[in-house]
């Protein structure tokens, strides 16, 4: 009779698919998880355990995500799921920003409207939907990327009752006198017709014109004789027409020069360049000398309008360029505006809110300012005082939304006041754990630089500035009771109730001002958005039930310290006195392989939608989870590609041990720890230490860390090792023999752990690993928490033993390669190997290492003794000599052994004896 042993072997049976396939499977699981409502029911189960709060930063609702929020979004993921998994109740409310230019700039495009001829509630109208259609496409590519969420109930800054939190964040630091209106330079971007913040500046190089300026002194106090010229220089020509004064510093010495019989001012260290410069090649001597303090309230005329302009004193002057004559328009600068209201400068600003001049600009009128500075040039060429133009290049601020270069524009202005809690801020940022360390000095040093805070905007979709005006006297009314009744107001209309109602319709019943009117105007202006998003730890964390303030963690871009990490901090201690967070935790940006910025002209831009539908979201994730994110990050095709391979072997391992537990009931079939067999123990404690350094590096953000480890586990340990090994013993032994139970013991615990610990990366992976588990009843892995590592696994000694035996089995494994490529065998089970060990230590490890020649993948082992005769054409290896030759015998059909005992058992002479013995178990 003819028998197929291939029947009788214990081979691999599972439904798990060998190819992930994950483009089109992830949409799938993503659909089951819908299904039975995981979010909620995650919540559910943790209900009551310690609460972890990753308050999420508002994306904008502007575009189709990027790869930079894919990283964000990811990260975030990674840490929610691992700190539910730790075994904390750790919800999760993403939020959108909605309000600010972008939206403005995107409706005007887009419809080819003009804003000014629409009204303005109409125009809000349109903001909103945009934003919201924004938010819609977002929120389902945020859950396509398997981010677990409340995405049913986000929070939005556009809604009710977030905007009624707002106006009582900006009410409370109104009253505690932490809101000013004041007259002072700002950030004006005149594209965006709007004043800025420090936090939406970028800088860029910029072309500029410079120029140098000789101001004829008219009154030189004794000091200077009359008709001598003291030289600015600058690379703002367009404002000249705004100079009321020029700054010198008072321990610098000037000295006066005849320059072909005009006599020029000048900084002595700057005099020679700026001499040079003017293609004065001769050596000049100084006529006179002072110190600036001593050129105090000279007078000089300005060279365009004929009106006086002052010396004054100013130690923001500096000898780094230009003249150490600085030119001053209080209405174009903050240093210029601060020794302006020293010595009571009129403030002069003769540009418009779209950057062009005004009637005060005489024959400049009507042009845009940087347009403007030829003919400015020009016009002092032709007075007689240019005496130097040239080009530079030179860093500007730009306007982070449109890219236009911005000006500083003395304007009437809302500030949140910083130099009143300064020292509040600064104390709060120590009490704060940053990641990276640096962050701490980061954020130190912009606080203890910035300047108040302008937060009034002058355009119409955002939140309005909830002041009021006296008709009468102009004087504003801001009072708990106004603030209360707009913010109840807000909650229950929105704020588009503003623009739509009166101000006597949005003041409470019997509002005054202290002149005893009762009419009011409304204030037109708009908050920051960065007031917006800065009032969420109030809006959403103290508002929300599951929720709590402060936050235990904020994660965001490193771009973040000027923006979310800052404004959100301003408000949390004025309002609350302390910071809003916890701990902050920042990373890098994207760049492309090669290290450079992403951007479309370079063709270089990697998107994260393109890399779903090619390679799915799990793709990217452990991509994500590879990187050290808190530095800059690389990303390319072929990067993804690694990566993919990273995955295809973590999806084998799984795919292994899936196969081989089919048949394994843990609760019937678990053999207890001191009856498993040596190699399986050693397996199982490879696994608890991988879980305490996976655990650990979780618990620190190191996801490169838990990448790495689990990597290394399922390559080497698993793939190279432990399952080659195994494939002998688990299927060829009898089903329920000791030998193969005691294997899916091991593996099964190993499948159940690594499914785990790789859930918060692998997600979809990992849950669909889970259905297939036998003896688990969850209805996903996300509803599991990570096992305490046990201590009975874990064996020092054992692991040291068996970092002896895969040493030398290595060196075998080397002695195999050499003979297969010299032809003597072909595969291993062919060879059967002469171990001639060095010494007692080494022998003693051979002789103590359990079915030796399965452990070494060969047919045969016969192990020597130190000092017997080695073979002549055994090869020298490290610590031992190994010779490699043909196994004798014939090869079993059943388990490919080579043995002579083939054939001994007559009713299966194809078959070793153990073969032999074990095939009645299938017949």
């Known amino acids: 009779m003819s028998i197929d042993y291939s029947k009788t072997l214990n081979l691999p049976q599972t439904e798990f698919p060998m190819r992930g396939n994950l483009p089109q499977r992830e949409p799938e699981i993503q659909k089951r998880w819908e299904e039975i409502g995981l979010y909620q029911k995650v919540q559910a189960k943790q209900k009551g355990k310690p609460k972890f709060v990753l308050h999420d930063g508002p994306p904008y609702a502007n575009g189709d995500i990027h790869l930079g929020h894919a990283v964000n979004k990811i990260l975030k993921d990674i840490i929610v799921k691992s700190k539910t998994m730790e075994g904390f109740d750790a919800p999760y409310v993403p939020g959108w920003d909605t309000h600010g230019l972008p939206i403005e700039q995107a409706i005007i495009k887009n419809k080819k409207i003009n804003r000014h001829e629409i009204p303005v509630p ?45 106006i009582r964040v900006f009410g409370e630091m109104a009253v505690k006198g932490l809101i000013y209106k004041g007259m002072k330079p700002v950030y004006w971007c005149t594209h965006c017709e709007t004043a800025l913040a420090e936090a939406e500046i970028e800088y860029a190089d910029k072309q500029s014109p410079s120029i140098y300026v000789k101001f004829q002194v008219t009154d030189g106090k004794g000091k200077l004789p009359e008709g001598a010229s003291i030289v ?44 040079k410069a003017a293609g004065y090649e001769q050596e000049l001597q100084p006529e006179a000398s002072f110190k600036g303090a001593e050129l105090e309230r000279v007078k000089t005329r300005h060279p365009l309008f004929g009106r006086e302009s002052l010396v004054v004193l100013g130690d923001h002057v500096t000898l780094d360029a230009g003249t150490g004559c600085v030119h001053t328009a209080p209405g174009h600068g903050m240093e210029d505006f601060l020794v302006g209201q020293k010595y009571g400068l009129p403030v002069l600003v003769p540009i418009d809110d779209r950057g062009k001049f005004t009637q005060e600009a005489g024959p400049f009128a009507g042009q845009f300012y940087a347009k403007a500075n030829p003919a400015i040039t020009e ?81 119409v979709w955002g939140v309005p500035i909830p002041i009021f005006y006296c008709t009468d006297c102009g004087k504003e009314l801001i009072t708990k009771q106004t603030i209360e009744h707009v913010a109840n107001l807000f909650a229950e209309h929105g704020s588009q109730v503003w623009f739509e109602r009166e101000a006597a319709d949005l003041l409470p019943e019997g509002a005054a001002c202290q002149c005893g009117h009762t009419e009011f105007r409304k204030e037109t202006d708009i908050m920051d958005v960065w007031f917006d998003s800065g009032s969420s730890h109030i809006a959403v964390c103290g508002g929300r039930e599951e929720l709590h303030w402060p936050a235990d963690l904020y994660l965001e871009g490193s771009d973040q ?152 586990f399922c390559t080497v340990d698993m793939s190279a090792f432990y399952f080659d090994v195994l494939k002998d013993r688990v299927y060829t032994s009898a089903p329920d023999s000791l030998e193969r139970r005691s294997a899916q013991t091991a593996m099964h615990h190993i499948l159940v752990e690594l499914v785990k610990l790789t859930a918060p990366i692998l997600t979809h992976t990992a849950d669909e690993v889970w259905q297939y588990v036998p003896g688990v009843s969850e209805e996903s892995v996300q509803l599991t928490e990570w096992s305490e590592v046990k201590a009975e696994f874990l064996d020092k000694e054992l692991e040291a033993k068996w970092e002896k035996i895969l040493a030398l089995r290595d060196e075998v494994l080397k002695a195999l390669e050499v003979a297969r490529k010299d032809k003597v065998i072909g595969k291993s089970l062919m060879a059967a190997v002469d171990l001639y060990p060095e010494n007692a230590d080494v022998l003693q490890v051979l002789e103590g290492t359990p079915r030796l020649q399965e452990v070494l993948g060969v047919s045969r082992v016969n192990l020597f003794k130190p000092g017997e005769t080695v ?53």
């Open 561 to 712: 310290y000027r923006g979310w990490f800052n404004s959100s901090l301003t408000t949390a201690v004025a309002v609350k006195g302390r910071a809003p967070y916890k701990e902050v935790l920042s990373h890098g940006f994207v760049l492309d392989g090669e290290g450079r910025k992403m951007s479309k002209s370079l063709g270089n831009v990697v998107d994260p939608l393109k890399v779903l539908e090619n390679l799915g979201a799990d793709i990217l994730r452990l991509w994500v989870a590879s990187v050290d994110y808190r530095s800059d990050v690389r990303v390319s095709d072929s990067i993804l590609k690694q990566v993919a391979e990273v995955y295809r072997k973590i999806r084998n391992t799984f795919r292994y041990l899936l196969g081989n537990v089919y048949d394994f009931d843990p609760a019937a079939h678990s053999v207890p720890l001191d009856q498993m067999l040596e190699i399986d123990r050693w397996a199982l404690h490879k696994l608890e230490a991988l879980k305490q350094r996976t655990m650990k590096a979780y618990k620190n953000y190191e996801f490169h860390v838990v990448f790495h480890d689990i990597n290394n």
């Open 871 to 923: 073979a002549a054409d055994a090869a020298p290896y490290v610590g031992l000599s190994i010779r490699v030759r043909v196994a004798e015998g014939e090869t079993c059909e059943r388990c490919r052994v080579v043995t002579p005992e083939v054939g001994q058992v007559t009713e299966h002479p194809t078959l070793c004896p153990t073969c032999a013995e074990n095939v009645k178990y299938f017949l």
């Open 122 to 166: 109409e125009f809000r109208h349109m903001c909103r939907d945009y934003a919201l259609d924004f938010i819609d496409r977002q929120r389902a590519q945020f859950k396509r990327l398997g981010v677990r969420g409340d995405w049913e109930n986000p929070y939005i800054t556009l809604l009710p009752a977030y905007e009624a939190a707002q």
């Open 379 to 459: 016009a002092i060429r032709e007075a007689g005082y240019l005496l130097r133009e040239s080009v530079m290049e030179h860093s500007y601020p730009h306007c982070w939304r449109c890219k236009n270069p911005v000006i500083f524009r003395a304007t009437e202005q809302w500030f949140g006041s910083i130099d009143k809690i300064r020292d509040e801020l600064l104390e709060q940022i120590k009490q704060v754990k940053w990641n990276p360390a640096w962050g701490e000095v980061r954020l130190h040093n912009m606080v203890a630089e910035r300047q108040d805070w302008c937060i009034s905007r002058q355009r």
């Open 232 to 275: 600015i220089w600058t690379t703002t020509p367009w404002t000249i027409p705004a100079n009321v004064a020029i700054a010198v510093n008072p321990d610098f010495e000037y000295v006066l020069i005849d320059v072909r019989g005009e006599k020029l001012l000048i900084a002595k260290e700057l005099a020679g360049a700026v001499l």
